[in-house]
C-alpha cells in the first residue's frame, strides 16, 4: 500500500506464512463501465456527471501520460460548491482533486490494504499498474468480502482436518 504524494509512506510488510492473500489473488477489484478517469484539464462539472451514478465514489485524475495525477470524491465536489465556486463551471480537475493519494497494486496483501484505508480512513483506493496507471477501483467493501472468503475457507478446511482426525479411510 503506498500513498502517492507522502514522503512518509510505510513499505509494504512481507507475507507470513499461509498469509499470502494478494489483491490480485484474492479480487477481481471493480472497473466500472465507463471507467471513472478525468483528464486534469476536466471541468468539474463533468467531473461531477460522472459522480452522479450511483456506483462511483470517486473519479480518478490523470495526467497527460495516463498517470494518475490525483482523485476527486463527491466531497471534494461539495467543498467546492460550498465555497461558493459552483458558479465556476470551467473549474479545471486538477484545482479541486485530492494531491496526496492512497493506492494500491495489484500484488499488494489484503490485510495492508485493509489496515491503510482504516487508518487514512478512505473507502476507496485507485488500483494502479507498475507505471501508476489506474487500473480500477478497490471498496473496502470488496476487501473485507474477499478476506471472509478466506477466513470461511479456512474454517472449512480445519473443520474437516478435525472431523477426519480417528475415522479410518476406507
Known sequence: ??????????????????EAIDLAGAIRYRRPPGTRHAATRTSTTDVAKLLRKPDADLVVVCNADERMAGVISKTDIVRQISQ???????????????????????GDLLHDVLATMKERRVKNVPVLDQDSRP?????????????????????????????SIGHPRV
Open 135 to 163: 487500473i480500477g477501483l478497490l471498496n473496502a467493501r470488496d476487501v473485507l468480502e474477499a478476506l471472509l472468503e478466506e477466513v470461511e475457507h479456512e474454517e472449512t478446511l480445519l473443520r474437516d482436518y478435525v472431523m
Open 84 to 106: 461558493g465556486r459552483e458558479s465556476e463551471p470551467a473549474t479545471a480537475a486538477s484545482t479541486v482533486m485530492t494531491r496526496t493519494v492512497v493506492f494500491c497494486r495489484p
Open 1 to 18: 500500500m503506498r500513498v502517492l504524494g507522502d514522503t512518509q509512506a510505510r513499505a509494504p510488510r512481507r507475507a507470513l506464512a499461509g
